[in-house]
């Protein structure tokens, strides 16, 4: 009976994680099963010019401004609600840029998990958010996959 006790919590455990690691990425569900992320080379000028994720201080000068950064997807976060996608580019969201898909723009995107731990030329507007730099992406085009 205690294994069947065991096996049952082990099984409960396993479907919470499920739900959980679910909730993370509400754009999954929603992601455009036709749509693809374009490529870039890494020689190619857009990608060599284009900002660290890192460099905050010279991202912080390009606010208001259309630009490019470049790095490497290290997680995505869904707040609370899912109203939101926000990718990553360092397990310490605060020392690199981010890049944010609002839930408006979920089902123009193929999956945004796909992307995690690759290198990418990400473009669009930079805008400041509680002081903090990022672009909005609205468009699959924004995110080029580093070959």
């Known amino acids: 009976m205690k294994f069947i006790k065991h096996i049952t919590i082990a099984a ?3 479907v919470s994680l499920a739900f959980t690691a679910m ?3 509400p754009q999954a569900d929603a992601a455009s099963k036709t749509a ?3 490529s870039v080379k890494a020689a190619d ?6 900002i660290d994720a890192h460099d905050l201080k010279s991202a912080a000068g390009m606010v ?3 630009g490019a950064f470049k790095g490497t997807i290290t997680k995505l976060f869904s707040p609370k609600g899912g109203s939101l996608v926000i990718i990553n580019f360092d397990r310490d969201y605060k020392t690199a840029l981010t890049a944010v898909v609002k839930k408006s ?3 123009k995107f193929p999956d945004l998990s796909t992307l995690e731990g690759k290198k990418v030329l990400i473009t669009g507007k930079f805008t400041s958010f509680h002081d903090a730099t990022e672009i909005d992406l609205t468009d699959p ?3 080029k996959i580093v070959e």
């Open 12 to 14: 409960m455990f396993i």
């Open 23 to 25: 909730a993370q990425n």
């Open 36 to 38: 693809k992320f374009g």
């Open 45 to 50: 000028a857009s990608f060599t010019g284009a």
């Open 64 to 66: 208001g401004k259309t």
């Open 105 to 107: 723009n979920f089902a």
């Open 141 to 143: 085009a924004d995110i």
